[in-house]
């Protein structure tokens, strides 16, 4: 299958190169909690195994999936498909434990994920979720901005980013000028635009800007089924959008997660879009939707059935 013109790409200014759609972790390591489903092991290594072999060239996951169990599937995928291949990109998070987010808890964080992992370097590594720990003083002098700074200087990690939700918090964070890579999830979606002021900030800074949960939880993969969109109760006005798009896609031929997923992919500023896969079988139909061209006569249709701001997860940006 010919492959998007435009697969590869640079991540920012960051000196890291990334294919266009990133593999996310998180059903890798199985979170029936978050996602409703199991994946067994067995089922997530072999997908990581075929990941590593696709023209899929990362695998973005954190400390704290399913407690590192994203990490050592992902590791033991490496292992068993040889080792990491030179052009392929692991990108993980830091994440607290027990309540404790210090600079000390990064750095082993850091060293938990390159253990499970079994990699001697990570080149890209976010502060994750800084919205659920901002009493941690993760800015302040020795805390776990800081650390990740300093890891970097070390050489133990390659570039640092920032990986949350809230707008809010990721304008402050990004207030710091620290950060390489921006990630933010479930705001930039055929439902939801919250992110747009914080995707032209980071674009013009020149940094990787990458657009995680673009299918909001699954609402925009199935929108009659659970009604949940970021991982939260969805608005009513959220859900008719998404049975309304829905609609849309079928009178032009596709589906709402190809079109969910085009819209991330052909807006400039966004360098990667990241999807949960937990299934091999779901790999080439993931790439046959990401060369999927659709006509601009229906994405100005799409706009015209997205849902007013106060629906939208954070509706008033800096």
């Known amino acids: ?170 304008h402050r964070f990004l207030d710091l000028g620290v950060f390489d890579v921006l990630l933010n999830h479930n705001r930039w979606t055929l439902v939801d635009r919250s992110a747009g002021a914080l995707f032209d900030r980071a674009s013009a800074a020149g940094m990787g800007v990458v657009n995680a949960a673009f299918l909001g939880g699954g609402l925009l993969a199935n929108p009659r089924g659970p009604r949940m969109y970021g991982y939260r109760a969805a608005k009513d006005a959220t859900v008719s959008a998404a049975i309304a798009l829905e609609g849309l896609c079928r009178e032009w031929g596709t589906d709402i997660a190809t079109a969910a997923l085009q819209f991330s992919l052909r807006d400039p500023r966004i360098h990667m879009s990241v999807v949960g896969i937990s299934k091999p079988g779901r790999v080439q139909p993931l790439l046959e939707s990401a060369n999927t061209e659709l006509p601009e006569e229906f994405w100005d249709a799409v706009e015209d059935l997205v849902p007013e701001p106060p629906n939208w997860l954070d509706p008033v940006t800096p």
């Open 1 to 170: 299958m010919k492959q998007h013109t435009n697969w590869l790409r640079p991540l920012g200014s960051t000196g890291l190169t990334v294919s266009a759609v990133a593999a996310g972790g998180g059903p890798i390591g199985s979170m029936p909690e978050i996602f409703g489903y199991d994946v067994p092991a067995e089922q997530a290594v072999d997908l990581v195994t075929q990941l590593l072999r696709s023209p899929v060239r990362v695998i973005d996951t954190s400390n704290g999936y399913s407690d590192g169990e994203s990490e050592r599937r992902i590791g033991e995928g490496i292992t068993r498909a040889g080792g990491l291949p030179a052009d392929y990109l692991i990108a993980t998070k830091t994440d607290a434990k027990n309540g404790d987010y210090s600079g000390q808890r990064v750095r082993q964080s850091i060293r938990e994920s390159m253990e499970r992992l079994g990699l001697d370097k990570l080149p890209l590594v976010y502060l994750h979720d800084p919205e659920f720990a901002l009493d941690q003083g993760l800015d302040a002098p020795g805390g776990a901005v800081d650390v990740l700074v300093e890891l970097q200087r070390e050489g133990i990690i390659g570039a640092i980013g920032v990986a949350g939700g809230d707008v809010k918090v990721m």
